[in-house]
Nanobody, 123 residues
Framework: VQLQASGGGLVQPGSSLRLSCVASGFSTGHYAIGWFRQAPGKEREFVAGIGWSGPTTLYGDSMKGRFTISRDDLNNLAYLQMNSLVPEDAAVYYC?????????????????WGQGTQVTVSS
């Protein structure tokens, strides 16, 4: 069972990035998918989540209107589209999978975690 996040990089403020998360060893169709981030010296923060079958989504307050989470269960993929990036978005971003139907902002409900991908926003 494995999750692998990718797509991070160094971008300028105002830019966009799309992160990807691919699952192996299990089918994502019965898992809520969440994205979290952690900046140096800060606690892990909920970014976005998407429930079973996709239509239900939840975002952290500072991400609303800028980030969009989506999923492709046929290919065991999840995405995080990030627009209008600001320096405060810089962090290591993790994808995670939770077997419970509802979306939780709490990391403790997520059983599987990817290794993280670094996002740096700087001019």
């Amino acid at each position: 069972v494995q999750l692998q996040a990718s797509g991070g990089g160094l971008v300028q403020p105002g830019s966009s990035l799309r992160l990807s998360c691919v699952a192996s060893g299990f089918s994502t169709g019965h898992y809520a998918i969440g994205w979290f981030r952690q900046a140096p010296g800060k606690e892990r923060e909920f970014v976005a989540g998407i429930g079973w079958s996709g239509p239900t989504t939840l975002y952290g307050d500072s991400m609303k209107g800028r980030f969009t989470i989506s999923r492709d269960d046929l290919n065991n993929l999840a995405y995080l589209q990030m627009n209008s990036l600001v320096p405060e978005d810089a962090a290591v971003y993790y994808c995670a999978a939770s077997p419970i139907r509802f979306i939780s902002k709490l990391a403790q409900y997520y059983d599987f975690w990817g290794q993280g991908t670094q996002v740096t926003v700087s001019s």
